[in-house]
Nanobody, 121 residues
Framework: QVQLVESGGGLVQAGGSLRLSCAASGSIFSINTMAWYRQAPGKQRELVARIISGGRTNYADSVKGRFTISRDNAKNTLYLQMNNVKPEDTAVYYC???????????????WGQGTQVTVAS
């Protein structure tokens, strides 16, 4: 059973920093793209940042220069370093990963359960 579990969310003051982690566990052959999404109350889920297995990244314009996505392939763990956070960053943050369970199996997308980030002004 594959699981993605986020951690590191919480309450932070505007201008502060927070680091989110997402650990993938279970029977995993390989992980291709991993990403962070967020969903604020009353809004649609949106892409925050994405990283492919080779390390190439892309970011939403709203977080460029403030957030950094990274991954530790040996640990199957994804990170999001959030600096200079703003009240508009308040949301539930979700990670996902495009995984192969076996070498010849289909690539499937798995999601974590989400972690709340609240930025106080």
């Amino acid at each position: 059973q594959v699981q993605l579990v986020e951690s590191g969310g919480g309450l932070v003051q505007a201008g502060g920093s927070l680091r989110l982690s997402c650990a993938a566990s279970g029977s995993i052959f390989s992980i291709n793209t991993m990403a962070w999404y967020r969903q604020a109350p009353g809004k649609q889920r949106e892409l925050v940042a994405r990283i492919i297995s080779g390390g190439r990244t892309n970011y939403a314009d709203s977080v460029k220069g403030r957030f950094t996505i990274s991954r530790d392939n040996a640990k199957n763990t994804l990170y999001l370093q959030m600096n200079n956070v703003k009240p508009e960053d308040t949301a539930v943050y979700y990670c996902n990963g495009d995984l192969l369970i076996e070498a010849r199996g289909p690539q499937l997308r798995y999601w974590g359960q989400g972690t709340q980030v609240t930025v106080a002004s």
